[in-house]
């Protein structure tokens, strides 16, 4: 099993920025790929950005190229998410999740392993 400790996340106003971090312990050998996602209320959780193991690999969602970096630091089996340019619509709780798979690895389904999320509110 793979247990995640994410932190980072509070109120910040419209074009303001945040970093969420996300530290992962247990048997962390068996990830390669890891990743955020997001749900907003009454919305289906969805992708916003991954990395693969070696950060050969990174994907982001459209609606956050550009503003979102996500980085990884293999030696602390940690992940972090660099926020900028935040917008309302980026209010979510966020989760970290990993993933034995390698790729284009971007649906939810692919995910074996969760993070219990952080709270991003981006409001004046």
């Known amino acids: 099993q793979v247990h995640f400790v994410e932190s980072g996340g509070g109120l910040v106003q419209p074009g303001g920025s945040l970093r969420l971090s996300c530290a992962a312990s247990g048997r962390t050998g068996s990830i390669y790929t890891m990743g955020w996602f997001r749900q907003a209320p009454g919305k289906e959780r969805e992708f916003v950005a991954a990395i693969a193991n070696y950060g050969n690999i990174i994907n982001y969602a459209d609606s956050v190229k550009g503003r979102f970096t996500i980085s990884r630091d293999n030696a602390k089996n940690a992940m972090s998410l660099q926020m900028n340019s935040l917008k309302p619509a980026d209010t979510s709780v966020y989760y970290c999740?990993?993933?034995?798979?390698?790729?284009?690895?971007?649906?939810?389904?692919?995910?074996?392993?969760w993070g219990q999320g952080t709270q991003v509110t981006v409001s004046s």
């Open positions: 999740a990993a993933t034995r798979m390698v790729g284009d690895v971007t649906r939810r389904n692919d995910y074996d392993y």
